[in-house]
């Protein structure tokens, strides 16, 4: 099972950071993607970290903006959001499969998903 959380209401410009911890499984084996649905958008691939060869991707739209990250330790995965945008405004969740293929910002091949935590940029 994943668990979103750190979703908030920030204003433009700013940071925050998303969580997200898996229970009843280690992440150690999977690759981790953040996407990301605002209201009335289709899903969105934003971040997607690999297993094995620590490989990272990013969308073009938060590339030099965000980070993706993993603590095998606490079995969780962040996203750290900087110089956060209106149009960043989405719920983010989180899902898992066995790597990131060419095709990852799809989401198509992820089978675990969470709930997802809401991420709101407004003044």
């Known amino acids: 099972q994943l668990v979103e959380s750190g979703g908030g209401l920030v204003e433009p410009g700013g940071t925050l950071r998303v969580s997200c911890a898996a229970s009843?499984?280690?992440?150690?084996?999977?690759?981790v993607g953040w996407f990301r649905q605002a209201p009335g958008k289709e899903r969105e691939g934003v971040s997607c970290?690999?297993?094995?060869?620590?490989?990272?991707y990013y969308a073009d739209s938060v590339k030099g903006r965000f980070t993706v990250s993993r603590d095998n330790a606490k079995n969780t995965v962040y996203l750290q959001m900087n110089s956060l945008k209106p149009e960043d405004t989405a719920v983010y969740s989180c899902?898992?499969?066995w790597g990131c293929g060419s095709s990852w910002y799809l989401g198509a091949d992820f089978g675990s998903w969470g709930q997802g935590t809401q991420v709101t940029v407004s003044s």
């Open positions: 899902a898992t499969d």
């Open positions: 009843g499984s280690t992440l150690d084996y999977y690759a």
């Open positions: 970290i690999s297993a094995y060869d620590g490989s990272l």
